[in-house]
């Protein structure tokens, strides 16, 4: 399970790291009216959650042993990252709830 999400993890990574990029290019050479604002606003969350996601992963698969499953692995890698993705998601919605 865990090597299925690194590989969905990491395409998904390439592919909305890729269109960060566009975004980007389109939004600083006027192209697609506010279409590449509204991405690089909207998309930082998802692009976040599936680098950590990534990134956890694959730590994960590097240090487990090689036959075996460690609970408390997957705890020590994905608790912080997970709280990390939840201060993120504070931060990004705090001028929402403030208001």
């Known amino acids: 399970m865990i090597v299925y999400l690194h590989r969905l993890s990491g395409v998904l990574f390439y592919l909305i790291a890729?269109?960060?990029?566009?975004?980007?290019?389109?939004?600083?050479?006027?192209?697609?009216?506010?279409?590449?604002?509204?991405?690089?606003?909207?998309?930082?969350?998802?692009?976040?959650?599936?680098?950590?996601?990534?990134?956890?992963?694959?730590?994960?698969l590097s240090v487990k042993p090689r036959n075996s499953d460690s609970l408390t692995l997957k705890i020590a890698i994905f608790l912080p990252l997970g709280l990390l993705f939840a201060a993120l998601l504070v931060m990004n919605f705090w001028p929402l709830v403030t208001s």
């Open 18 to 60: 890729g269109t960060f990029f566009l975004a980007y290019l389109f939004f600083y050479n006027g192209i697609g009216g506010m279409l590449g604002k509204w991405w690089l606003t909207v998309g930082d969350l998802p692009l976040a959650m599936v680098a950590m996601l990534y990134g956890g992963t694959s730590l994960y």
